[in-house]
């Protein structure tokens, strides 16, 4: 697809990732109607053909979402799932009847089965169950898997799916309630270390790995699935980093400049036991490599949350 000069409706692009994938897009050339739920309420089949009969976009990339972490999972299982599923099951029916050539669905690491081996092979998305903790949320965005390649299948609609792992980078969330573990333990840090406190409390024991991509690269990572990629298969987005979240956590105190105890809750879930990306189809198919570092990725988030209001 040919950036220049076209429509791209992004949804969500008002948050996190929306912002930055809008702007990459208009560095690309494009016309980008980036908007958040106060313009259109994807929840609502007359608000999303609304949405389309307005912009009329060459193509729709999907990023709204109810997201957050393990608490939040947790707390909210059904509104996960329900929210998450009839967004984008509505956004692509209505894509294919409005005849939008093309659209970019973001699903999730989440999705991934509970035990997949590691690294996680876009082959291994069916073997198993995903992690309790978030399986209503990483089920919901599975789905639209299903429906993308069944309605390629059926009807002919190009729709991609890609898989990004965890995000993180500047215009984070960082309410502790409904974060993820790197702005959560940015502002836990950072926060202790104002008060003195002699110790911070972090949930599980530590062992869990995880991977990380800046939100930048995501953003190009969603540019070239658009520009490169008309594939039914799905791809999935990662550094190729991972990191347990127990060294994880010395990283961003040390960034934060927190000298204070780290205590872990045992009581607390660990979540998924490992988490990290096969990129080669990335790599193949969408020529994207991840060019953030994890610990100046830190950095540069710590300064940002230090500096922002």
């Known amino acids: 697809m040919r950036l220049a000069g076209a429509t791209v409706a992004v949804t969500g692009g008002t948050g996190f990732l929306g912002r930055q994938v809008a702007g990459e897009l208009e560095d690309a050339g494009a016309k980008v109607a980036a908007f958040g739920r106060s313009a259109y309420d994807l929840r609502r089949r007359t608000e999303i053909d609304r949405m389309l009969a307005d912009i009329r976009p060459d193509a729709v990339v999907h990023l709204a979402a109810v997201v957050g972490g393990i608490g ?46 590691v690294p996680f092979s876009e082959d291994a998305l069916w073997d198993g169950y995903p992690e309790e903790t978030n399986a209503p949320y990483g089920l919901a965005k599975k789905m639209l898997l299903v429906q993308a390649q069944a309605y390629r299948a059926q009807y002919g609609t190009n729709a991609i799916y890609l898989l990004p792992v965890n995000l993180y980078g500047p215009h984070d969330n960082f309410d502790l309630h409904s974060s993820h573990v ?128």
């Open 72 to 117: 939040a999972n947790q707390d909210q299982p059904g509104r996960f799932f329900y929210e998450n599923a009839l967004m984008g099951i509505e956004l692509l029916e209505a894509c294919r009847v409005a005849g939008v050539p093309k659209v970019v669905v973001s699903g999730t690491v989440c999705a991934y089965p509970k035990f997949a081996p």
């Open 182 to 309: 790197i702005p959560a333990m940015i502002r836990k840090f950072s926060e202790a270390r104002e008060r003195d406190q002699a110790a911070v409390t972090l949930w599980g024991d530590g062992s869990p790995t995880r991977e990380f991509l800046h939100v930048r690269d995501a953003a190009r990572a969603f540019r070239l699935g658009l520009e490169r990629y008309d594939g039914p298969e799905p791809v999935n987005l990662g550094s190729g980093e991972e990191i347990a979240i127990r060294d994880l956590a010395a990283l961003i105190a040390a960034a934060t400049g927190y000298q204070g105890e780290i205590v872990w809750d045992r009581s607390r879930p660990n979540g998924q036991p490992r988490r990290r990306l096969a990129t080669d189809r990335a790599r193949a198919w969408l020529g994207f490599e991840a060019s953030v570092p994890l610990a100046a990725g830190i950095d540069e988030l710590v300064a940002w949350y230090a500096s922002s209001p």
